[in-house]
């Protein structure tokens, strides 16, 4: 069955520190691979999603990805958070036809001024 | 473009009273139609998706059911809520098949 592991419940950054957050997956096959964010008490906005081709794949507000076939991963990363980028981050997988969407169960960021 | 309105945001119910939250997309037509809950500390997890008018199915046995009566309308129902029914509730849509999820802004539940 596919699953999806976020390994890190918390993380504290300061502001303008790089980041990383893990996300590992279990699936036969390539999945679909997506990260979002949380605000809180809102719904989720899309970061960014990997289908296929280049591996390391931008998203929206300068945050990037990787896919690792070898690791089963697909970290997100920033180069420099802004306080503004606290929130709660999912990823997600989705099996190629089973129109479900597998979660994660999040990594809640903190920003440190 | 497509939105997706989904109500009421906040709900508090007493044990045993009946739910409807509603969830409606516009902009599209035949969309993949996706219910979650988000329990704290839990995530999100997949509770019905809809691939079509009167098509559900349910990823977890439970007190909830849901209802697609147009095409892009959603609805999820209980006839007696359970303290354990409370968390936040995300509809969410999605146009083809392995294409990303666009997310309501969600309805806080709490059952007293």
């Known amino acids: 069955a596919q699953s999806v592991t976020q390994p890190d419940i918390h993380i504290t950054v300061s502001e303008g520190a790089s980041l990383e957050l893990r996300c590992n997956y279990s699936?036969?096959?390539?999945?679909?691979l997506f990260w979002y964010v949380q605000s809180p008490g809102q719904g989720l906005q899309l970061l960014l999603k990997?289908?296929?081709?280049?591996?390391l794949v931008q998203g929206i507000k300068g945050f990037e990805a990787e896919f690792k076939r070898s690791q089963s991963s697909f970290n997100l990363r920033k180069p420099s958070v802004h306080w503004s980028d606290a929130a709660e981050y999912f990823c997600?997988?989705?099996?190629?036809?089973?129109?479900?969407?597998?979660f994660g169960t999040g990594t809640r960021l903190k920003v440190l001024a | 473009s497509q939105t997706i309105h989904q109500w009421p945001a906040t709900l508090v119910q007493p044990v045993g009273s009946p739910l409807s939250l509603e969830c409606t997309v516009e902009?599209?037509?035949?969309?993949?139609l996706y219910w979650y809950r988000q329990a704290a500390g839990r995530g999100l997890q997949l509770l019905f998706y809809?691939?079509?008018?009167?098509?559900i199915s349910s990823e977890v046995p439970q007190n909830l059911s849901a209802s697609r009566p147009q095409d892009r309308q959603f609805i999820l129902s209980s006839k007696k809520l359970l303290l354990s029914d409370s968390g936040f509730y995300l509809c969410?849509?999605?146009?083809?098949?392995?294409?990303?999820?666009?997310f309501g802004q969600g309805t806080r539940l709490t059952v007293v």
């Open positions: 969410a849509w999605t146009e083809h098949v392995d294409t990303e999820a666009f």
């Open positions: 699936y036969g096959a390539t999945p679909y």
């Open positions: 990997y289908f296929s081709g280049d591996t």
């Open positions: 997600a997988v989705d099996g190629s036809g089973t129109y479900k969407y597998i």
């Open positions: 902009g599209t037509s035949n969309p993949n």
């Open positions: 809809s691939v079509g008018i009167g098509q």
